[in-house]
């Protein structure tokens, strides 16, 4: 049973920086794409940034989000910068096999998430 745990979420200022890490087991994590997704409170998940051989980014964190990956660790990262108080949100990792997508019903397994907060 696959298994993934975000780590790295928490509090920083508007022009901060955060990196959030998502540590996989229980599935072949190279032949898996990785997402990351956000759920702001009323809002629905959206799609924040994917990885396979190739990386995907919404509008909103294009420029300031990097996403990347460590396969001998089985382990993604979120290198977040220039954070904005919209971009407060419990963040999630995903995994699904082969290709990205940005919609969350195509991801197979999640985290549990992990909060961050962007004060003003």
């Known amino acids: 049973q696959a298994h993934l745990v975000e780590s790295g979420g928490g509090l920083v200022q508007a022009g901060g920086s955060l990196r959030l890490s998502c540590a996989a087991s229980?599935?072949?994590?190279?032949?898996?794409?990785m997402g990351w997704f956000r759920q702001a409170p009323g809002k629905e998940r959206e799609f924040v940034a994917a990885?396979?051989?190739?990386?995907v980014y919404a509008d909103s964190v294009k420029g300031r989000f990097t996403i990347s990956r460590d396969n001998a660790k089985n382990t993604v990262y979120l290198q977040m910068n220039s954070l904005k108080p919209e971009d407060t949100a419990v963040y999630y990792c995903a995994a699904t096999g082969g290709y990205w997508y940005s919609d969350p019903t195509r991801y197979n397994y999640w985290g549990q998430g992990t909060q961050v907060t962007v004060s003003s």
């Open positions: 990885i396979t051989s190739m990386t």
């Open positions: 229980g599935l072949t994590f190279s032949m898996h794409a």
